[in-house]
């Protein structure tokens, strides 16, 4: 019982009638255009004029159903006064952006309705001036009959027709019948409502087609945000690393060697500045901001990053051959974080000595490399050793991934007694 009032006490309910009822007056508009064809054929039959004027109407309010902007607006307001979660037709993805480029070109990523899809927001419109007027009808009657039943409210003899006779309703019954007749007004509001919160998910949900576009759109958001997550941890973590090597290296050598201290703080405030830059670009995607242009590096900022390195106090041998400067787009800026992590984990976990660099270019491929010495614990000299610095295991699973991505065999682990080798080799053609 108390289940079955619940719904006419709520605010929902009504706000939901008045959707429908406001969907019936705005097909108003639309009757003298309907109404033309009938008044220009007056030698036909009324019901046949009738018929047509009727089947006019519908046909112009589904015409109406057909705007993008009509579904759009009949969704806002389904949410809002229906009370019913619908999403936003997919219409095109956001441009993405990839790393150090800025803003992509715009992807189409167009939802194409099927014929059938197509005409189910005219259906809706249809049904819901139908649901509108009858409503709104019956519970103008209802109001009405509730005031004219009792006569002594308006001096006039009220009562119920049939087709077998009639029944004047008097006294006390018309009382009766009168409240009856305003109970159900209500009632009507909570079947009109439901039946529109019944048809919003079928008919103003999204489309097969669309739930599609919302999948494929959260799969491409959740790379964005996966990529976004790498280029952070690649670049925060390094110059985190670095800065700390460095001021270290500073603290040291201030007094021995004050040329030395201030070539490694002026080196933090190089990599540190940049590691903002990063941070700023990689802010502004997450808060769905208009970012400035990524900072773009790749294998040319490879030499800067080794100088950093160096000022670090780390002995670093490269070892470059090919032609790098032909190695572009994405590769090139792939290849810089992948040398970027393992540079850094070389300066956490190695134990000292020289980190070997090398980065070969050929025709068929390009190989990456970095060997150091396998630290055992907290050591002198550049090496740090485990346990100083904390990781959060994401570095080479994220360069695993990486490499997979762009099709690329990875291996990383022992190289011999004493040494940790990272070796990467990504596939690329390299123009004649």
Request: net charge positive; proline share 7%; aromatic share 6%.
């Amino acid at each position: 019982m108390i289940r079955g009032i619940r719904p006419l006490l709520r605010g929902s309910t009504y706000s939901g009638a008045l959707f429908a009822y406001c969907g019936a007056l705005a097909s108003m508009p639309l009757l003298p255009f309907a109404m033309l064809p009938a008044l220009a054929w007056r030698s036909a039959p009324y019901g046949v004029r009738a018929v047509l004027t009727l089947l006019i109407w519908a046909a112009l309010i589904a015409v109406v159903g057909l705007a993008r902007t009509t579904r759009r607006a009949l969704i806002a307001c389904a949410r809002r006064l229906l009370n019913v979660a619908l999403p936003d037709p997919v219409a095109r993805r956001r441009p993405a952006r990839s790393p150090g480029t800025g803003p992509a070109p715009a992807v189409p990523f167009v939802a194409v309705p099927s014929g059938v899809d197509r005409w189910r927001t005219p259906l809706w419109l249809l049904l819901h001036v139908a649901l509108g007027w009858t409503g709104g009808l019956a519970s103008v009657m209802l109001l009405v009959a509730g005031l004219v039943l009792p006569g002594g409210w308006t001096g006039a003899e009220a009562g119920l027709s049939w087709s077998g006779g009639y029944e004047r309703v008097t006294g006390a019954w018309s009382w009766a019948v009168a409240l009856g007749c305003l109970l159900l007004v209500p009632a009507v509001c909570v079947g009109v409502t439901n039946a529109l919160r019944w048809l919003a998910p079928r008919l103003l949900g999204p489309s097969s087609a669309e739930r599609l576009a919302l999948a494929a759109e959260r799969e491409l958001l959740l790379a964005e945000r996966n990529r976004l997550a790498h280029e952070l941890h690649d670049s925060i973590g390094h110059t985190l690393t670095a800065a700390t090597i460095q001021a270290a290296v500073a603290g040291e050598v201030l007094s021995a060697d004050p040329v030395a201290a201030r070539a490694a703080l002026r080196s933090i405030e190089e990599s540190t500045r940049a590691a903002l830059e990063d941070l700023d670009y990689v802010l502004g995607v997450l808060r769905e901001e208009e970012a400035g242009t990524a900072p773009t590096r790749t294998l040319a900022d490879l030499p800067e990053l080794l100088d950093r390195l160096r000022h670090a106090g780390a002995v670093v041998e490269p070892q470059l051959s090919g032609e790098l400067a032909q190695v572009q787009g994405t590769l090139s800026r792939a290849a810089y974080r992948i040398l970027q992590e393992g540079l850094t984990n070389a300066l956490r976990h190695g134990a000292g000595g020289p980190i070997e660099v090398r980065v070969a270019a050929a025709s068929d491929g390009l190989e990456l490399s970095v060997v150091n010495r396998t630290g055992t614990g907290p050591s002198t000299g550049t090496g740090t050793g485990p346990g100083v610095f904390p990781t959060s295991g994401h570095g080479l699973p994220g360069l695993a991934e990486r490499v997979r991505l762009l099709h690329g065999e990875f291996e990383a682990g022992q190289h011999g007694s004493q040494q940790w080798r990272l070796a990467v080799r990504l596939p690329v053609r390299l123009p004649a």
